[in-house]
């Protein structure tokens, strides 16, 4: 599986940084390739919690479900995906200074078996890794007002 990493620096207190970022709901107004997200069950807050998303990197737009695996208050967030393709994302946050650090892993198999994979390799794995620094750009934008 592909490993993805993106790591920023937000000088805004952890609280506020966790609340809009593992907030499922509002991931498509910070991220750039999240377009809209349903919550199905649970509170979007909680382990458990499932909703449905649509994604776009690349050209195409694609439906995923996701699955709240882990969810730690202030610390971490994470979730399992199934759909167009299937894998998992974390994000974690760590006291930095005055500020928070926000890391974001994650982990997929790209569609298409062989052919999926080699197009990965050769574009869509760098496309996906803009795509993860540019959202977190945009979340240090919004929470360092």
Known sequence: MPRLKAAIEIDAPREHVFALAADITKQPEWTTFIKEVVLTSGDGKSQGSAAERVIKVGLMKNGLED??????????????????????????????????????????????????????????????????????DTLKAQLEI
């Open 67 to 136: 699955t709240i695996v882990e969810y730690e208050a202030n610390e971490a967030v994470g979730r399992r995906f199934v759909g167009y393709f299937e894998g998992d994302d974390r994000l974690t946050f760590a006291p930095a200074g005055n500020g928070t650090r926000v890391e974001w892993s994650v982990n997929y198999t790209p569609p298409f078996g062989i052919i999926g994979k080699i197009g990965d390799r050769l574009v869509m794995e760098r496309v996906f890794q803009n795509e993860l620094e540019a959202s977190l």
